[in-house]
Each structure stands twice: as C-alpha cells, then as structure tokens.
C-alpha cells in the first residue's frame, strides 16, 4: 500500500517492543464472533494511473458540466478568479485540523477573523460565526437559537423560502418540537408581510426568494414584534444591494458558494450566520478573536468557547464543531481578489445579463408571472408553454430545470432562470429565440 | 499578525478586470431597482492587486501546520496523509462544474460514484443502507439521532425521550442527542475504562431510546463486552448508535454492524483519507440497519434501468439535514481512496495503525503515566497529571511546538487528569514514531531539570503562547474599522 512504508521485518520489531506475537494479536480484544463474521467489500485495489482514469471516465459522464447553466436555486455558476484555487491548493491549509493549537494555526486563524469581518460587511451585521456547513444548516440553526431566546415553540416562515432551506427547516423543527406556521406570498412574488402571525419566536424570510424576487424588507422588523427576524441571502448580490442589516435582521444566514466555490454538485457549501453582538453567547459554531500573546503581539485563537460542545456538551447552543473552515477561505480570498469594486462590478453584471435577457424575452411576448423586482433570477412563463421551449433549451445545449420543479411554490407552466456574468451575449441571445422566437 | 484589512492601500480605485466592465451606469440601474434596495454604503472591502493577496495568504499558509508538515498525532482526529490523487480528482472540471438541480441524465457520472460509495460504506459497515447527506462527524450525530426519533414515532412509542452516553463520550454526542430533543443520561466507566454494564442495565428501561457509543472508546480501547452491550439495549427496546470516528482501529477487519449497531457514523475525513481543511469541510455519512432505511433522508440515489436517478419517495424519510446530496466532492475523494486501497489495502490501514499507537504506547509510558496501561486499539491516552515543577500537560502541548511536532488533543477525555491523546495513524513510519517519542523523553527530562522551558513555550512558533482567557473575556470578532468621518 503506497501510503503506508512498512515491511514484514520492521512490523516483527515493532511487535516485539509490543510485547505481542503477531498482528492479530493486536485485535484480540475485539470479540471472537465479531472477527469471524467479517466480510470483505470484494474490492481488489487499483494503482493510482487506473483511479484516475476511471475518475476521468466519470467526469466525462457529466453532461452538466459542458452544458450552459441556467440554473440556481441557491447554488448558481459564477467564475472564480483562478488565483483562489492557488491559494487554496496550499496544503499548509487544507491538511490542517481545527485550530485547537492557536500558536500554530496562524494561518487558519487569521482567515477566519477576516472571514467574520467580510461576512459582517456584506450582511450589515455586527457579529458572524467562521462558517456554518451550508445556507440550510445555518438557517436551521438560526431558528433554533431564535427559538432558544424567544421560547415560542412557533416560527413564521415565508413559503418563498427555497425548497433545499425548506426541507432542512422542516427536519430541524420537527426534531426539536417547533411549529412551523406558513405566510404566503402575493402576485408580486414577494412575501404578504403585512399580517404576521403573533407568538413566533422568528419569521423567516429569503431575500431574493426562490422566485428569484426581492423581498422589500422596509419596515417588517417593526411588525414583528418579539419575533426574530431572520433573512437568508446571496452575498454576492449584496456587492449591489443594500443588506438586511440595515433593515433591522436579527439574523442574516446565506449560501456562500457564490462566493469562490465550484457547484460541485451541491457540495461542499459555505453555511453564512451573522447576528447582533448582544447574542455572541447565544450562537453556534466556530468563531476566531483577536488575542495578545505572551510578549504582548497580537494573534488570534478561537473565542467564546464556553458555548461550545467539548465544555457545555448536552447543554452546548449547537452540536456543530467541524464547520466549512477551507469554503470560507475560499471566500475569503475570492473577496479579497475582488475587492469592494469588483463585488459591486461581478454583482452588478448578473443584474444586467438577468435584466437584459428578461427585458428582450417581454418584448418577444414572454410573460412573467412575478412582478416584483429581481437581481439575477426570474420565473418566465414562455411563448408556446414551458415544456416546449425547456426541450428546445435542452436539445441546444442549455442546463435548465424543469417546469415541474416549480410547483412546489404553486407555479404551473413556466421556468426558473439564473443568469450569472458568466453568461455571454451570444448564449443570451439564444436563450431568447428558443423562448420566445427570434422576433 | 496583520490582516488582510491592514493592508488596504491607499488608493480607492477598484482594481476590477476579473470580469468584463459592466454597461450600464448607475441611473440605468436605479431605473429598475428601487432606491431602497440599492446598497448604499460602500463595502469596506480593500481593493488591491492579485500580487498582494496572493504574498499576504502565502503567508498566512506557513503559519499553519498540517499534515503535510509533519506527525499530526491529534487523539481521535485521525490527521492521516491525505492522498494528492484524491485532491485532483477532486478538482476535475467535469465533476465540480456541476449544478445540483441538473437533470440526473446529465449527472450520471456523479450519481455512479455517489451510488458506489454508498453501496461500499454499507459493506464497510456490514449494515443494510447508507445516506451521504450528512456533512460532518457531529452531523452525523445529528442525523442518527433524527432517525432514533423517527424509528420511536412511527412505532408509537413517544415516551423514549433518553439517551445514554458512557462519561468518555465526545462532547458533541450529548450535544447532538440534545438537539434532536433527547434528555442525556452519563453512563460511567469502570475501572478498566469501559462501559459498566451493571450501571448501564441499571438505566435502561422504556424511557430510553438509545444508547450512543464510541467503538473503541475515547480511551483507545475497545469495548470487550460491545455484544453483551448491545444485547442488553435491544432487549430494552432500545437502539444502538456508533460513533465512528474511530473506525480506523478495525476497518478492513471487522463491522460495527456484526457488534449490534443499528446506525453508525464515518468520518470519511479520518478513516477515508480526506483532508480536514482547517476544519471542514468533512463528510459523516450514515449506516443503518434494515429497520431504519425507510426513514433515511430524502432524495435517495436509485438505479433504474441501468441509469442512476434521484428517488424524493419516502414517506416514512427524516426528510432531508443538507440542501442538496451532501459534500460530493469529499464523498469523490474517499471513493477513489477505497478504490486505490482495496480489501488489502484496507486491512493494511487498521493494522499498522493499531501497530503504530501500541508502538508508541510500550514506549511513551516510560516516560508519562499511562492510566489504562492494556493493549490499546489506533490511539491511547497518557497523563500530565504527574508532571514536577507545577507543570500542566498544556505545557508539554506548547514544547512539542518547539520541537516541530503538532501537540495531541490535550485535556480529553474528560475522565483522564490532564489527558495527552494521542492517535498516530497508519501513515507515521517508525523513523517518524522514534523521533515523536525522542522529542517527549526530552520534554519529559526538561520537566524535571528545565521546568522554564515548558512554561514558557512555544519559542519557535509564529506567536508565543496566545492568551485564550483575554480573547473569551474582551471578544475582538472583526476587523476595528477606524470610525467614519
């Protein structure tokens, strides 16, 4: 076996200092009856040229991969600037551990103080956690902490909310004997927010929704009461908009794979949490702070551990300890590559492919069952029926999902599409004949 | 230590060029966006050049230590070498630039691997049915626990509300029985440090849903009476749930599934070769036994006519605990690390992992207490509570920084005074197990004759030793922004 050096004689040796005969009798406190009804996997081994090629072999299967996506949903197909696989295909990175040993975890340590710092920006936040293990789970965990504070046994959640945050909310909820109330959305697309449900201890709300649409969250904190308010967004689209901090979100969560990850098919993901300082206490997860060290420098290490499951075990705010520490690297150097103009340049341009196909698909008599204002997805219902033109995008190359993916929000006879910057003119235009003919 | 913040230059222009220039101006945009949703604050993010980002987190690298550094000999973490094949196969453009919603006719190479993996998991485990959903050991847990939960709800039976933990138990057990809205109830150890059965039958009565173990414990040592163990829970009517963090100490040679468990996690980031990434991503995919497959979560990957499909049918399911399959591209990595190894190559990594904690083990207590002095399984657990001088393991945790080795996880499990941990692994060879024993007969004899040097490690790191009490009193979470004009 090629990583592990050791031969017969050195094993006789180390035995001997052992003080046993043979390598089953290193196991011979494992139970007779458990030993022999072992079964093998029937797996032969293969060198490495062999793994590779049959890898190679699988990822050719991958039609996706070559095709035009048009898909997102909450994982969405934005270019990451190369020099962020560089820096996150340093080993000294990726085969470290937690950063239990501060003194030699520099490097981890202080991505991830940069990392709450950025998150913190984005959301308008006063407080963010190292990462969470996706926009799902850090949604889920927001409503239990909110719960935990609150104690209202209930929560109010947007039924624009996506499916993926949905059924993981639903799971958490169940499990932890929370009722989940819905609230409907209107013709706009955007969520009723004028009547909320009383005694929640959170309303929930995703910003752009599933719709793709922009809630407008003026003012909702004021109805809410008690309740927590608590908005899951798209951090890149905050490069253009203004964040729910600044309309009073007790909790900001998000998926950050738009943010420097590859879809991977859905994973790794990046959970985003940032909250109000007053609930530090309160939060899950992982979280770095600057410290000094025995000379007086200033270092960082993990803070606010007593919340943690190694000290408080059954009483720990959450179980969560491994989080996504090398995806918030990632996005923490995607965002430093960009900058502050070149998030508002990557954000702006998904704005304008989005408006722009969107603006020529009207004109070609396309219709859009949602009015409300959008950033770079929109449900569009096509010329000649939505099952029609997904088969013309198909057959041309495009990744899109099917019509019936949307009914789960009550939509019939239409498509979810995301236009990222990757998007280019061409591949607009013909997205536009196949839906809605070339005018 | 600066960041990245302290560097912002002084100019204010956007480097941009990453991405083509947008067309529009700013009036084009305020035409179909209300004003209110625009952002109107400028991001504190510094604009500088790719050279400058790229120095400034080459640097912050090599204040790091990682398993390509050196011994990584962390008690339960399992920081084995991690494989360069997986990290390329990993990174391939036909498995990464894959959307999740992508028609599965589209995705049938990912959904083959996807199926495969499962299908050996559950081999590896000697269990009916495996999810990869799961993204992390403690979520695992977590999942195994929804599915307790299930398995008692759809029988009727909603008065099982506990679940027991021996007191050796990893602290995220009882905190993942806890978020499924468990009650915890600690099981102590006996003298050899194993699981007193006595006390255990003592509480297992209708009010018990489970019982959640570590197989070998956290002490390193396995469990002799894990059948009689797990006998006398399902007599209960109750479950058995295996933490698998420890597999490494008998893959390859024998199955929680032949040992009574009813669910099981891995950690395909210790037993599988997947690198832990400073902490995550992982992946903790979970085993189950027949009873408990109809409740797995939601979607299922099914094979149908010969291609792969995604199956949301389930009615009896937990639901779903991930926004989509889990972490693929961690599942890639540990798929190709079973193909590489083989049935063999597999056997190989619990022997000689097993063989290399016992090696250290017959050496390392010359020279530090060991507590539970027995044949021990991949880690063992020294103490510092003998130290001289005052001296605390933390102290023999720093020195070992000095001498270029990472430290073991200190102070765990609970039940050992001042407890060294030490796991390490099946990819140390002797040379590198010599050295690592060397270096703390050495610390052993600067304890006694040079106490200083201990106190006042580490010398050689990047920083001296960090005050943990000053950044958990006074918390300093972000950057401090200069106030605004």
């Keep these: 076996m090629r990583y592990i050096q050791r031969d017969s004689m050195e094993q006789r040796k180390m035995l001997e200092t052992v003080g046993v005969a043979s390598l089953d009798a290193l196991f011979s406190d494992i139970p007779r009856e458990v030993l022999s009804r072992f079964e093998p996997i029937g797996l032969p081994g293969r060198s490495e040229l062999e793994v590779f090629e049959h890898f190679s072999r699988l990822a050719e299967a991958n039609g996706a991969a070559t095709g035009v996506s048009l898909l997102g949903g909450g994982v969405y197909d934005h270019y990451v600037p190369r020099a962020v696989a560089h820096v996150l295909g340093r080993s000294e990175f990726y085969t470290a551990y937690t950063p239990y040993q501060p003194e030699i975890s520099q490097g981890t340590l202080t991505a991830m103080f940069e990392f709450q710092t950025m998150v913190c920006e984005l959301t308008g936040m006063e407080i963010a956690n190292a990462s969470m293990y996706d926009g799902a789970t850090a949604l889920a965990e927001a409503v239990l902490m909110a719960n935990r504070i609150r104690g209202y046994g209930r929560v109010a959640v947007s039924q624009a909310l996506g499916a993926p945050l949905r059924r993981v909310l639903d799971t958490y909820c169940w499990a932890a004997g929370i009722e989940v109330l819905d609230v409907p959305f209107g013709e706009s697309g955007q969520t009723r927010t004028e009547s909320l449900p009383a005694d929640v201890s959170a309303f929930v709300i995703q910003s752009p929704n599933a719709l793709g649409v922009l809630e407008p969250l003026n003012g909702v904190k004021d109805r809410l009461g008690q309740a927590f308010l608590v908005v899951s967004t798209y951090p890149l689209a905050l490069g253009l908009l203004e964040p729910p901090g600044s309309f009073g979100a007790d909790v900001v969560v998000g998926e950050g794979q738009s943010l420097g990850l590859p879809m991977g098919f859905g994973g790794p993901l990046l959970g985003l949490f940032a909250t109000r300082k007053e609930y530090l206490r309160q939060i899950p997860g992982r979280v770095a702070g600057r410290t000094l060290d025995a000379s007086g420098a200033v270092g960082y290490t993990m803070a606010a551990q007593t919340r943690e499951q190694h000290i408080r075990r059954e009483r720990a705010t959450s179980n969560i300890c491994t989080n996504s520490a090398l995806c918030a690297l990632a996005a923490t150097v995607y965002l430093a590559i960009l900058g502050s103009g070149g998030l508002r340049q990557v954000a702006q341009l998904n704005f304008e492919r989005a408006h722009d196909l969107a603006e020529t698909l009207a004109r070609r008599g396309c219709t859009f069952p949602f009015d409300g204002p959008f950033f770079n997805e929109f449900v569009v219902r096509p010329k000649d029926g939505a099952g029609a033109a997904h088969a013309r995008l198909t057959a041309a190359g495009f990744v899109v999902e099917a019509s019936q993916a949307l009914t789960a929000y009550g939509v019939n006879d239409a498509l979810r599409l995301a236009i990222t910057e990757r998007r280019t003119d061409e591949e607009l235009r013909r997205v536009a004949d196949l839906l809605g003919g070339t005018s | ?485």
Excluded at chain 2, 58 to 78: F, M
Excluded at chain 2, 162 to 168: A, E, N, Q, T, V
Excluded at chain 2, 322 to 330: D, E
Excluded at chain 2, 441 to 467: G, M, N
């Design chain 2, 1 to 485: 230590m600066s960041t990245l913040f302290d560097l912002a230059s002084s100019t204010r222009e956007p480097a941009g060029g990453v991405v083509p220039r947008p067309r529009w101006t700013d009036e084009e945009v305020a035409a179909r966006l209300d004003g209110r949703l625009l952002r109107r604050r400028a991001l504190r993010l510094p604009n500088l050049p790719e050279g400058t980002v790229v120095r400034h987190y080459t640097r912050l690298s090599k204040l790091n230590y990682g398993v390509d550094d050196g011994i990584y000999p962390l008690g339960s973490c399992t920081m084995k070498y991690n494989p360069k094949l997986n990290e390329d196969i990993a990174r391939l453009p036909g498995l990464t630039q894959v959307h999740p919603l992508a028609d599965a006719s589209l995705v049938q190479g990912t959904l083959e691997f996807l199926a495969e993996l499962t299908r050996l998991l559950a081999r590896i485990a000697g269990m009916a049915d495996v999810t990869l959903q799961p993204v992390a050991g403690a979520h695992g847990e977590l999942t195994g626990m929804f599915l307790f939960k299930k398995y008692f709800e759809s029988r009727g039976e909603t008065k099982r509300v506990r679940i027991l933990l021996p007191d050796s138990a990893h602290g995220t057990n009882p905190a993942s029985a806890a978020v499924a809205g468990f009650e915890v109830t600690e099981i102590p150890s006996n003298a050899s440090g194993t699981v007193d059965l006595a006390a255990l039958r003592a509480e297992l009565d209708a009010s018990v849903a489970g019982i959640m173990l570590t197989v070998p414990n956290t002490l390193g040592i396995f469990e002799e009476s894990i059948l009689d163990i797990t006998a006398a829970v399902h007599e209960a009517g109750a479950l058995a749930y295996f933490d698998g963090a420890n597999l490494n100490a008998y893959i390859g040679r024998a199955r929680p599934g032949d040992m009574g468990a009813d669910v099981f996690h891995f950690n395909l980031h210790k037993t599988l070769s997947t690198p832990h990434g400073g902490g995550g991503p992982g992946a903790g995919p979970v085993a189950v036994s027949a009873q408990l497959s109809e409740h797995l979560p939601v979607p299922r990957i099914v094979r149908r006519e010969g291609k792969y499909a995604l199956d949301w049918e389930a009615p009896a399911s937990i639901g779903s605990v991930h926004s989509f399959y889990g972490n693929v591209l961690v599942a890639a990595r540990a798929y190709a690390y079973l193909l590489h190894l083989g049935d063999e190559g597999l056997r190989a990594v619990s022997e000689n992992a097993v063989l290399n904690a016992n090696y250290l083990q017959a050496r390392l207590k010359n020279s530090f207490p060991l507590p539970y002095d027995r044949l021990c399984k991949h880690e063992f657990v020294l103490s510092g509570g003998e130290l001289p001088n005052h001296l605390s393991t933390l102290d023999v945790a720093k020195r070992l920084i000095d001498y270029g080795i990472h430290p073991p996880t200190v102070y765990f499990p609970l039940i050992v005074r001042e407890a060294m941990m030490i796991e390490p692994t099946e990819t140390e060879d002797r040379a590198a197990l010599d050295r690592f024993v060397e270096v703390m007969e050495t610390i052993a004899r600067e304890a006694r004759d040079e106490p200083d040097r201990l106190r006042e490690a580490p010398i050689k790191a990047p920083v001296r030793r960090l005050d943990q009490t000053l950044a958990a009193r006074s918390p300093v979470l972000t950057h401090p922004f200069p106030e605004e004009a």
